[in-house]
């Protein structure tokens, strides 16, 4: 039979997981291991009405008292021949398990009742080599050379691997650190992307790495330092500096959407033709699909959201397209390190072949404040918005923004669905907000 949403959610929530783990996982095999809590992890999607991942990371403590950890994550079918097909996808993995929920290579079980398999890190079926990429010896060999890449006749003691960020099946970072006898360690960063993904981010990192503005210093990004196939694996050198806060109000905010400003000019007037084309329409096609989900948990959002995609989309027809351009494709104020000079661009992973508007809309639409105090923060937005877009024009003077409204409202109806997911405080007012905003910026003209 097939397993409602509501039975999958009621299995998802931290404390089930907390007794599947006790009751069917570790106890049954270790009964002297202790399941003390389970909390979520980022890392939560919902593909509807398919599937649905969970992160988690569990606290537990071992004979002896010994505290320790375990990142697990679930995928949930609402139809038995999803979960069929997944099952028939990773037997193989199914069938290696040696019985022990904590082996350090990962674990992997199937709750045929409630359609859900749940893993233990490092098992991921997308990619295979994951606990060999977090074994410091088995990667030692390898990564020796990039660090004399990065330090000439350096030599490397200890080796260390940490995991940065993780999500299911899509993308893992690591951090390699190696002791070179310094103060701090000489740092590179790994990144495995699902269906050959990192092997197009390496030549996006190469060919910005050679960018005039980039050998000036108007453009701040990693060095790539390779891609091995084997590993599904990118490897960079570190970008030194932290992620920028979200206080606009901060001249360090302001600062960095200049740089950004610039940034994405020198990008879009650099010529690279890697990436797959991106249109406007596959924007809208993304938002459609995945509104119903919303129609009955949500309605006033949903039926907002529904007007809102329909002006866009009449506005796409109408507007001719701007000419594509090289694209970040995930342009956003978070995209950018600080490390008290310099404004460090990361993630370049979703870049793409679209209109230029495509990256601008989006920056603008996340310098809107999801939850205002006052009408300060709101005005200091339009300031941010601003300085962005004559940073831009700095270096393509050229730029008309005949698409730009259609790209900006795109970019706050994606936010006005994601705060529908995730459903934070007071989320019904900001996704409504959220909305409103997209319809004035839809209105808006060009240079107003």
Known sequence: MPVSYSTIKAASEPEAIADL?????????????????????SGRRYEAPRVLWNVYEAELEL?????????IWTKAFFTNEGSEEYQQRIRKLLASQNGNPLDPHGYVQFFSDLNLFLFFFPTDPVFP??????????????????????RPGVQVGSLSATRVKYLPEIACIVRYDADVGEEGPLT???????????????????????????????????QPLAYHAGHSLLLQSEIKGDEIKS?????????QCEAAGRAIGHIHNSGINVGQPHTAEVEIERL???LEQFKMSAPRTFFLLRDLLKHIAVKAEKVAPEAPV??????????FLYDGERFGMIDVEYFVQAEPSFDLGKYCGHLVPSNPK???????????RRVFLDAYLSVRPGYKGARFSLYEALSLATRALVVAWSQPRNWEHTAETLVAMGFERLKTRWGE
């Open 374 to 384: 006052d009408w300060s923060d709101s005005a200091r937005a339009e300031e941010c």
């Open 247 to 255: 206080d606009r109000h901060s001249e360090i905010f302001m600062a």
């Open 188 to 222: 590179i960063y790994g990144k495995l992307q699902h269906s050959k993904r990192g092997e197009m981010t390496y030549e996006v990192m190469r060919a910005l790495w050679d960018l005039p503005a980039r050998q000036a210093g108007d453009l701040v990004v990693s």
């Open 21 to 41: 783990l006790a009751t069917r996982v570790i106890g049954p095999v270790m009964p002297s291991v202790v399941v003390k809590k389970v909390r979520p992890k």
């Open 129 to 150: 080599k994951m606990a060999n990429v977090f074994d410091p010896q088995a990667m030692a060999p390898m990564l020796a050379r990039h660090f004399q890449d990065l």
């Open 63 to 71: 004979s002896g008292g010994i505290p320790a950890t375990s990142l």
């Open 288 to 290: 459609q699909s995945r």
């Open 326 to 335: 090289p694209s970040h494709g995930d342009y956003k104020y978070n995209q």
